[in-house]
């Protein structure tokens, strides 16, 4: 081998030894995170060796909890990564689905056939699979006001295989109404505008959707008030400290008038953007039990957090850049980078604005808003792990809510899709084609069986009976799915078991590709290292 | 009050980090046992300026660093990244209660904790079982360990920075980088850093980490970062530096760009060589455009620089040498800390207080902008009486700053100096004044005088802590001063058991000295990454640089050196 007298050090496999190293890892992987999957798979609880604990059923964050350093693993991986990054959930099904092509494709090539026969089947496939679900789909009208019952379908579909039942039926409720709270017509849903935030304390189930802003900040004075209601919110970004550095900075003084004067002298400007503020609130709170509050992205110093504290506002300083959008969202008003151009018309409005205390971490809620277009979704539980669990749930359920809104369609879950897929490749596909590419869409065709068949695995039912009693049914022209409990087929539209459209078809497009690329591999070298030693 | 935020970047920012906090926590036990030196009584630092007050949800009040470190996941060893003050019941088998169905647990084998760990936690569990008041009991229980044995384990066996640490953290301060799915020498370019962070919301996770410690800050003085800029966490850190830029344009930034003697030990072939310097190129530019100061530390091989005359260390162990650059960069961070009395700041404790702000501004801020600085130091720092001292404390202050000149003549320099701890006359505490004329003396003898000199004085001398490493030799003695002869039936590395405290010097300089180390980094930029056909314009690109950023790059260097030394043709239009 010529590379050898090149790089007397370079590792080379050839064509098998390429090949299989590829497969092998691509099984790996499938068969770390195969249990994962659906609504019966197995929570995985990861403990560290100083004992923290991390709970997940997500394959997304399971991926990235696990070094993984095997090349063809990380390629793998980064792919179902991608799969989430695009689309939000799936990260399972595309590892699973990759093993699996993998798997099949090993059958055929023990047999003596060359990969790339197997790869232009798997495009073939792959096309008339995308073409299928087209026709397959089944679309949403998304009117003025979408069909909540379909979202809340979807979205407990997603969830449920995240949380538990009762849970996951509380957060659909939660994550429908955060998505079409911050959905503008004619604009794509910007996630970010609901904010999810988590407060350790009490149980999973006392998470809720709090119409307005949950700030995990306080006031910084303790002159102001702790809950006041009917309240002018002013958002603005304007530094109310004292920025330029004390060179001369002691100075004495015998009285409080005395002190007051000289600290008045060195700060005026800044005294000045606050007097304003003071001015704004008193124009339009005189006379009335209305409150002011102001929240900050820039910092506001103790003298002047003082001055405010007297003239009876609540301030926080600091928010976070985001909030700042979703607070004029959230109150209405616009946010003020100058306090030069105060208008009433700057101000929001929150009905009631009340703080929270947990140990040194202090919450702010903004509630009872007029007309929210942001929203935030505040998870509760008794520890970090749960919470973290949770969260990721949470982050699922609104993806899914967002394609399906953005998709205008759904695809029948509970493995039906994929068994209709299948029998359409063999049934029709396959007979279209000449040649040897038959056995790359016979071979992409069973691959497809795997999200059923790993339903069945996780639920303890026998694989090769749910399969065929599927297959069954669907020849008959029922299009069925399988109910993990009884093993019996069902019909999900009947039980409201629906996938995202954007997640299958992400997977179908993804899937093969990467496959196709681990197949076509036949040789690896690198310099200075043993690949067989890996993993 | 006001406040500095700290951050460790990368692993060996962490090493000098977790120094650095022993230090503090060392300072801070001085200051309350009753049984301590005078000078420990009166050390006029305001620790509020590093430390947080809080309380956990029990309502157990808390003392934490207001610190934000990053690191690889893994590395903290045996420390859970949520810190030790805050657990809560973490146990396995309260089950999982969001779901029904089976769980699988995946247990990796717990850290052992090495002896000093284990004596820490040991006691701070008696001291919660014995109630407040009456630990002097439990402190005569622990005989069990010996502090001789705890040495021993952690000179032959520290792994982690965590492995060494006395602080409690704050479970907001430890970081971990995860889903980077390559091996920690893979993570060796600025592109990879910058790409984990900035992608992903691990990112978004660090700032919202640093928005908290700012928020609780009345008048936040500035951040002082420390990032190991050998490989990939200078990356992450330029990605962290352009938040704070962009979120806190007004809060200053002095930027440590530490790096351990070994960094560059394993590259063996041409292609890696070329791969770190454009890195180091690159990495230092980009660093250098988002900090008000940066000062570059870390010798190639620090245990035979001129630096290490009095200590006697090895190289290849982190736990030694960056004890060495944690003492350093604890004196330079003395005034900011100091406390203020009277007008004129000075008191029989100390004096020459600034804060960051002032600080950076003295430095960089006058003629000639020069941003990139030296530091110095004397460890330990030479007795100031006689005239020893006046002649050679100058000439003992050693740059620990890489490629730097020699004997240079720079009369535009620009100099601030700690001396801390500093002896007298027949080994007694020097006072303030003492100090400040002897230093004045030194600067009036010296052959060539900076065009501005600074200098701070304080009486408190380095404390060394339990876990600080053995690495004095044997002609330092009890409190760091220098004997003329070796002590003959000592160890040869001498540690904390022998030694208590030492004195310091450490000097912050703007000098043309440091045109060699910004030399290197032009000529490297230019000859791989500028010039037609080059190899590393190709690899430049893969960490997401275009040929127009490579010249921004190579611009913003030679400015730098022009601004030092404006007689050299650095035009960058050469073709």
Known sequence: MSIRTLNPNAEVLNKSGALHMNINAAKGLQDVLKSNLGPVGTNKMLVSGTGDIKLTKDGNTLLKEM??????????????????????????????????????????????????????????????????????????????????????????????????????????????????????????????????????????????????????????????????????????????????????????????????????????????????????????????????????QKGIDPPSLDLLARAGIVALRRAKRRNMERLVLACGGEAVNSVDDLTPDSLGWAGLVHEHVLGEEKYTFIEEVKHPHSCTILIKGPNDHIIAQIKDAVRDGLRSVKNTIEDEAVVLGAGAFEVAARQHLINEVKKSVKGRAQLGIQAFADALLVVPKTLADNSGLDTQDVIISLTGEHDNGNVVGLNQHSGEPIDPQMEGIFDNYAVKRQILNSGPVIASQLLLVDEVIRAGRNMRKLT | MRELITFQVGSYANFIGSHFWNFQDELLGLFEDTQADLVYKNQNLDMD??????????????????????????????????????????????????????????????????????????EGRDIVATGNGVNKVSGESQTEILDTDVVKSLEDDVQYWTDYAKVHYHPQSLFELNGLWMNAQEFNNFGIGRDTVSEGLQGDEINERLRFFIEECDHVQGIQFMVDDSGGFSGAAASLLENIV?????????????????????????????????????????????????????????????????????????????????????????????????????????????????????????????????????????????????????????????????????LQAIESMIVHGAHGAGDHEASISEVKEAVETAYENASTRPRFSHISVSRCPLPIPLPFPSIFGNRVGRRGEWLSSPILDSPERRGSLDIHSIPMVARLRSSTAVLPFLENRLGNIRKFGLERGSIGSNLLRGWGFGREEIEEIGENLSKMILALDPQQEYSSDSD
Not at chain 1, 144 to 159: C, G
């Open chain 2, 246 to 410: 962009d979120e806190y344009s007004n809060v200053p930034v002095l930027l440590y760009s530490v790096r351990s003697p070994n960094a560059q030990n394993n590259l063996t072939n041409r292609k890696q060589v070329i791969s770190s310097n454009l890195h180091d190129a690159v990495s230092f530019s980009t660093l250098s455009s988002l900090c008000k100061l940066i000062v570059p530390v870390g010798l190639p091989s620090l245990s035979q620089s001129r630096a290490s005359q009095l200590l006697n260390l090895h190289d290849e162990k982190p736990y030694h040498s960056s004890a060495v650059y944690a003492s350093a960069i604890h004196s330079i961070s003395l005034p900011f800390r100091m406390k203020r009395i009277g007008a004129t700041g000075e008191s029989s404790n100390g004096c020459g207080a600034m804060n960051l702000y002032e600080g950076i501004q003295m430095l960089a801020g006058q003629a000639r902008q020069n941003i990139v600085t030296i530091l110095d130091s004397a460890i330990p720092a030479p007795s100031i009486t006689g005239r020893q001292f006046q002649q050679s404390l100058l000439g003992n202050l050693q740059s620990l700053t890489p490629e730097t000149a020699h004997d240079v003549e720079d």
């Open chain 2, 49 to 122: 300026v590093l430390y947080r007050t809080g309380e956990t949800q029990q309502g157990m009040p808390t003392y934490t660093p207001r610190l934000i470190s990053v690191d690889f996941q893994g590395c903290l060893g045996s420390m859970s990244s949520r810190g030790t003050l805050y657990n809560q019941n973490q146990s396995v088998s309260s089950g999982v209660a969001t779901w029904t169905g089976g769980v699988s647990t995946q247990a990796a084998e717990p850290h052992k904790k090495n002896l000093f760990l284990q004596r820490l936690y040991d």
């Open chain 1, 67 to 296: 070094q993984i350093q095997n090349p063809t693993a990380i390629m793998i991986a980064r792919t179902a990564v991608a799969q989430d990054d695009i689309s939000g959930d799936g990260t399972t099904s595309t590892v699973i689905f990759i093993g699996e092509l993998m798997k099949q494709s090993e059958r055929y090539i023990d047999e003596g056939m060359h990969p790339r026969v197997l790869v232009d089947g798997f495009e073939i496939a792959k096309r008339a699979t995308l073409q299928f679900l087209e026709k397959f789909k089944t679309p949403v009208v998304m009117g003025e006001e979408p069909d909540k019952e379909i979202l809340e379908m979807v979205a407990r579909t997603t969830l449920r295989t995240k949380l538990y039942e009762a849970l996951a039926d509380q957060l659909t409720k939660i994550v429908v109404n955060a998505v079409l709270c911050v959905r503008k017509p004619e604009e794509p849903i910007d996630l970010f505008m609901v904010e999810i935030m988590h407060m350790r304390h009490k149980f999973d189930v006392d998470t809720r959707l709090v119409e307005g802003l949950v700030l995990d900040h306080g006031s910084r004075h303790p002159d102001m008030k702790r809950r006041a209601e009917n309240c002018y919110i002013l958002t603005c970004n304007v530094s109310l400290e004292y920025e330029k550095s004390e060179i001369n900075a002691g100075f004495y003084y015998s009285n409080a008038e005395q002190r007051e004067a000289m600290v008045a002298a060195e700060r005026r400007s800044v005294d000045d953007r606050v007097r304003k503020i003071i001015e704004l609130k008193n124009k339009v709170c005189a006379g009335s039990d209305k409150n002011f509050v102001v929240i900050n």
